[in-house]
Each structure stands twice: as C-alpha cells, then as structure tokens.
DNA sequence: CCTCCACTGGAAACCTAGGCTC
DNA sequence: GAGCCTAGGTTTCCAGTGGAGG
C-alpha cells in the first residue's frame, strides 16, 4: 500500500511517531477475511448461493438486521469468495451490486446494475444511458442482455429498504419475474439486504412471497462481541500496546448503546486515534474515546446542516426562535423570515414534511402532543447546540445574523 | 359523552430541469 | 426542433385525530 507508505512518512515527520500502522483496516470498506460471530450467516448464506456452481439457480435471499450487524460484510465475503471459486470452475457468475440508497432513485439503480454488468461495452443500441429511458425500456434491456449472454446473475442489493421506501417495489417485483422471461441459459437471483426488520410488510405479497425464499435475521453484536471485535481490529491496525483496555471496552459500551453497531464502533476507534495522535501522545485511552463521539455527531450534524437548502435553513433559525415550538409558531417564524431575507415562503404542508426530515436526521426532536381544545400539534426541540449551528451557517451571513436577536 | 381545535399526514396534481429519439 | 420520457420538489386538497373543556 503505497498511500500507507505515504501516510506513514508524513506522520513520523510531523509526529516523531505514529500510533497507526495500518490505517486502512479501520476504514468502512475493509472487510476482514472471517468476521468473528457470524460463522452460522456465513455458512448458511454459502450453501444457498453455492448451488450455482452445479449451474442452478439460487434461492432469492433476504438479510435482516440494523446497521452495523455485518450484513453488507458477510455478503461481500461470500461473494467474493464464490467468484473465485466459479472462475476457478470456469463458470461465469456476474454479481452486481448495488447500494439503492447511494444510488438514490429507482432509475440510477438499474443503471448501476447496467453498469456492473457490462452493458454498457456491448452494442450501442442496447446501453442503459444514465438517463433518458423508461424504467420499463431499462429493465428490458438489462433482462434480454442477460437472456442473450446466458449470464447466471445474482444480484445483490443493500439498503433495499430505502428504495421500496422511496420507490416502491416495482423494480424488485420485475427482477424477481425476470426469470420467466429469461427461458434458456441464464438466470438472476437476489440477494436484498435491509436494514429494517418490517420492510416486509411494505412489499406486495407476491414480491414478498419470491424475494424472500430465504431469509435470515443478524442479531445485534453484544458489548463483549463488540469488544472482541475491537481488539482484534485494533492489533491489525495499532501498533502495540497503543490502546488501551479500557478505550476498547468503553468504545464497546458506547457502539453497544447505538444497537451493537460495529461500524460505528470502528468509526470511533479511528477517529479517537486521530485525536490522539494529533495531541502527540503515545496512548488511545478512554477520553479521546469520548471526544471522538463528540467529533462524530458534530460532524454530521455540521454537514447536513450545511448541505441543506435554504428553507431547511430557515426552518432551522425558525425552530431556534420559536419559544414553545408548536407548528403553528414555527411557521409563522419561518414565515416572517422569508420576509425579512425576501423569499417566498413554502407551504405549511411542506415546512410539516421537512420539520420530520430533520426529525429522522436526528437535528430535532419532535412529538405530537394533543393540547384538547386547543388543537394538536408537535412539541420541536432542537438537539444541535447553537454553537455548530453557526458554524455550518457561517457562509450565509444574512441567515447567522438572526441567530443571536 | 360530545365537540371541535390545530394540526397531521396521505394522495394526487403540478411544475421544472434534464435527456433521449426521430 | 418537436415530442416524448423521468425525477424530484412543491402545492392543493382533505380526511383523520387525541383529548380539554363543555
């Protein structure tokens, strides 16, 4: 790795040392050879796929489980070792894969699965460009390329949740008929993998039925799985003795709390030891821990807030200025500062849908409270302190000039 | 027990920007 | 260039709804 090599010559010169020696390995895109406590996913999820190699079509699979419970992990690594294995066997297996919440719309979907496949090398006439057709012309074209090669497709899908959310289940209902279409030679099998354990209930049941001809669960990891996960990260990635028990155990604790996340618990190691190493000292220990916890929320926070349009912006200062934060209160704030910045305010049916945006981004809080006779409405509390607030602002004067009056 | 407030949140229509195809 | 397509943000319309006060 020559960017580590890199890495390290800048580091020692700017540090005299370095508690890094593999940064890469606590990055959200290493993936570990085995990962510890999920031998039974591993095995199981083999067996169903391994059918393909006898030139058979898989089951359609469905992996449950919240994030940070190495679903994504565990698929990659099966996969990964498959491909191998059937190029080794001279078998041809495509497996695209796609992340629909990355790629955001149902058309950018099919569109990277076009890509993944190869498509787009073939005759012009049949690409998927990444825009300009129906979703119906896309699809058929995806369906016959894979009919004409022969291919034996498995098509593996994560976040499926935010698309059926956002989209629908029209995509998954056509893949998983596609293979009444594809008669001779190929074929295409799915894997989904959701982050929500109700995303069922959302399909229709003759998607559900199909999707799901197998499907399984991954539990949570508990504190002590966490912390042994951690430490076996850590030898990989630290030097020795440079964290400390303690700083393992406590990032354990605090990953535990957010549902057995490991990437999140990963996610804090690094930072912490970014911290640490920026305060030059020669130990991870638990209060760089903690300050990486800090560091992470701002940060998201900061970069939301910053990406978002103006309005959500106004509606930010409005929920700020607002004394008891009831709907009605928040609009009219929003309202008279559209006024004041000369914009034309949006609807209160809109400024409803984006006070629960941030509600699901974690930037407020809000709850319906029914007041009787005097309607219902919500109580919005913001959770972001005023401080990162400014500072995400801070390229809009004119916005940051309300804060303070 | 009934009313009725001040909303909530679903559904559909509308609008705009972008792009393909012929 | 006309005539299609889609995505995505927004508006319009409106049927609910929990519970304090009557």
Redesign the pocket.
């Known amino acids: 790795m020559s960017d580590d090599l890199l890495d390290n010559i800048f580091e020692k010169a700017a540090a005299g040392k370095t508690l890094v020696k593999n940064r890469r390995t606590l990055t959200i895109d290493y993936v570990p050879e085995k990962l510890p406590f999920r031998d039974e996913e591993t095995k199981t999820i083999a067996q169903a796929l391994s059918i393909v190699l006898r030139k058979a079509r898989p089951s359609n699979l469905l992996l449950f489980g919240k994030p940070g419970t190495g679903k994504t992990a565990v698929a990659k690594n099966v996969i990964e070792r498959l491909h191998k294995k059937a190029r080794e066997l001279g078998i041809e297996v495509i497996v695209p894969f796609v992340n629909t919440k990355t790629a955001?719309?149902?058309?950018?979907v099919l569109y990277e699965i076009a890509k993944d496949m190869g498509i787009n090398k073939g005759e012009k006439k049949l690409q998927v460009?990444f825009?300009?057709?129906?979703?119906?012309e896309a699809t058929d074209r995806i369906l016959d390329f894979i009919q004409k090669k022969k291919f034996y497709v498995i098509l593996v899908m994560d976040e499926i949740d935010s698309l059926v959310d956002?989209?629908g289940d029209d995509i998954l209902y056509n893949f998983t008929r596609a293979n009444e279409r594809i008669s001779e030679g190929g074929f295409i099998s799915l894997i989904g993998i959701s982050n929500s354990l109700t995303f069922k209930d959302k399909l229709d049941p003759r998607v559900r039925s199909s999707l799901s001809e197998e499907e399984m669960v991954f539990n949570p990891y508990t504190i002590e799985q966490l912390q042994k996960i951690l430490s076996d990260r850590a030898k990989l990635a630290f030097n020795d003795e440079v964290v400390s028990d303690a700083a393992i155990n406590l990032c354990a604790a605090m990953a535990g709390k957010e549902n057995g996340d490991a990437r999140r618990a990963i996610d804090l190691l690094r930072v912490a030891a970014e911290i640490a190493e920026r305060e030059r000292v020669s130990k991870v220990e638990e209060k760089h821990i903690r300050l990486a916890q800090e560091k992470i929320e701002k940060d998201t926070n900061y970069e939301v807030l910053k990406n978002s349009?103006a309005?959500t912006k106004l509606v930010i200062l409005a929920i700020i200025k607002s004394k008891n934060g009831?709907?009605?209160?928040v609009y009219e704030t929003y309202s008279s500062l559209c006024s004041l910045s000369e914009q034309?305010p949006?609807?209160?049916?809109?400024i409803?849908?984006?006070?629960?945006e941030l509600d699901q981004l974690g930037l407020i809080t809000s709850n319906?409270v029914?007041?009787?006779?005097?309607?219902?409405?919500?109580r919005i509390k913001i959770t972001v302190p005023t401080l990162t607030i400014k500072e995400a602002l801070k390229d809009d004067p004119i916005l940051l000039h309300y804060i303070d009056n």
């Open positions: 955001n719309t149902a058309y950018k460009h825009t300009g057709l129906s979703m119906g956002k989209n349009t309005h009831n709907t009605g209160e034309e949006l609807t209160q049916r809109r409803t849908q984006i006070i629960s319906v029914s007041q009787g006779r005097y309607g219902r409405s919500q």
